[in-house]
């Protein structure tokens, strides 16, 4: 789909995005123009990624993929740690990290900490 065919959708279905597996970071560029094009048209976005926040944040190009976004589930999902308790996450090991805040600390800040 073309990016203006994905805006299309979520326009006429009026609908915040989450972007998940296979890994939405394996594709930085693209994910970058399609958040890009969400917030400016008011969208909450989600990502969820095996990668961890210092490994996004050490690379350039996955920087610069999600630091439009509002929130990073981080790590991958761990079946050992498997946890149905937790908030929008499968594994104790994930963290959901608020993008802003983090990225103006210069650490990961957990999103409704």
Same mark, same amino acid.
């Given at each position: 789909?073309?990016?203006?065919?994905?805006?299309?959708?979520?326009?006429?279905? &009026?609908? &915040?995005?989450?972007?998940?597996?296979?890994?939405?970071?394996?594709?930085?560029?693209? /994910? *970058? =123009?399609?958040? %890009?094009?969400?917030?400016? &048209?008011? *969208?909450?976005?989600?990502?969820?990624?095996?990668?961890?926040?210092? %490994?996004?944040?050490?690379?350039?190009?996955?920087?610069?993929? /999600?630091?439009?976004? +509002? /929130? /990073?589930?981080?790590?991958?999902?761990?079946?050992?740690? *498997?946890?149905?308790?937790?908030?929008? *996450?499968?594994?104790? =090991?994930?963290?959901?990290? &608020?993008?802003?805040?983090?990225?103006?600390?210069?650490?990961?800040?957990?999103?409704? +900490?």
């Amino acid at each position: 789909m073309t990016l203006s065919e994905i805006m299309d959708i979520v326009r006429d279905e &009026d609908f &915040d995005v989450t972007l998940s597996g296979g890994d939405p970071l394996f594709n930085p560029e693209p /994910v *970058r =123009n399609l958040i %890009e094009a969400l917030k400016h &048209d008011g *969208r909450n976005v989600w990502i969820f990624t095996g990668f961890r926040w210092e %490994e996004i944040m050490a690379s350039e190009k996955l920087r610069d993929a /999600v630091e439009l976004a +509002d /929130v /990073v589930v981080d790590g991958p999902f761990v079946e050992s740690l *498997r946890n149905p308790d937790l908030l929008f *996450r499968g594994s104790s =090991n994930q963290r959901l990290i &608020d993008v802003g805040r983090s990225i103006s600390s210069g650490h990961p800040v957990t999103w409704r +900490d």
